[in-house]
């Protein structure tokens, strides 16, 4: 099973590149985030017809989530984070599919901080861990893949100081990412490729693709069963060098 993660960046725009890595990665299970489309609007016919079943979550202009499942129908076991009745933004949904369970997060990015979008940051990452925790009790087999919006060490972000203020590389959600991950979570793609440098965003600015100036923002946390099924995987860092590109690139693992 090949299972990714892509922060798309408007599924609409974006659909072409989105249909042409499909056609040319052939994932089995793909976790999107950043919709940001009305949910009558996403593009469940074009998916369908490049062989993809999906469900998914949205908001107008803002966030959203979405699974796609190549040869099989998506099972949705949960269409919001639970522990807070009141948040209705799109950021988390979570299917069965092949006997594995998919949770796609679109974690918020906090900024600017300090001040009440960090609180939100924070808060929602602290339902994510309980909701992580209660998840491996049940002993299934769990994926968390997503946007955490959080670059967990200075591994993770290009040599700089220019981001030192930024809601992503702050000790607070590095820390509660740290903990997630000691909770019995296998993060993926560092587990794959040790101390190298590995990113999975890059921003418009200033040819920072070109330069390779990046951050890895986009995991694949597996739980304790999954883990040792863990073959490889990496990041089609490619995709990001199209026209029109998401300013993400999507990460990937295989499991046996």
């Known amino acids: 099973m090949k299972i990714a993660t892509f922060n798309i960046n408007n599924v609409n725009k974006r659909l072409p590149n989105l249909l042409r890595w499909l056609k040319r990665s052939k994932p089995d299970v793909v976790c999107l985030q950043e919709l940001k489309c009305a949910p009558a609007s996403f593009p469940e016919k074009e998916l369908l017809k490049a062989g993809y079943s999906a469900i998914w979550e949205s908001e107008t202009s ?3 989530v979405a699974i796609l499942a190549k040869g099989a129908m998506p ?64 002993g299934h087999p769990v994926i968390l893949a997503g946007d955490y919006n959080v670059a967990p060490t200075d591994l993770d972000i290009y040599p700089t100081k220019s981001w030192a203020k930024d809601a ?17 979570w296998t993060d993926s793609l560092r587990e794959l490729y040790g101390d190298e ?19 890895r923002l986009d995991h694949l946390l597996l739980s304790k069963n999954l883990a040792p099924k863990l073959i490889e995987g990496g990041v089609d860092a490619d995709v990001r060098a199209e026209d029109g590109a998401s300013d993400h690139a999507p990460a990937w693992i295989r499991l046996r």
């Open 62 to 64: 803002w966030n959203g």
């Open 75 to 138: 099972v949705a076991t949960a269409r919001r984070l639970p522990g807070n009745p009141s948040d209705h933004q799109a950021r988390y949904i979570e299917a069965a599919i092949n006997g594995v369970l998919v949770a796609c997060i679109y974690l918020p990015n906090g900024n600017p901080q300090p001040g009440p979008k960090f609180d939100y940051k924070m808060e929602w990452f602290s339902r994510l861990a309980k909701h992580a925790a209660k998840l491996q009790k049940q």
């Open 168 to 184: 992503l590389v702050q000790p607070a959600p590095r820390k509660a990412f740290a903990a997630l991950v000691a909770k019995g």
């Open 197 to 215: 440098r590995v990113y999975t965003f890059w921003t418009y600015w200033r040819n920072r693709f070109e330069r390779d100036d990046g951050l």
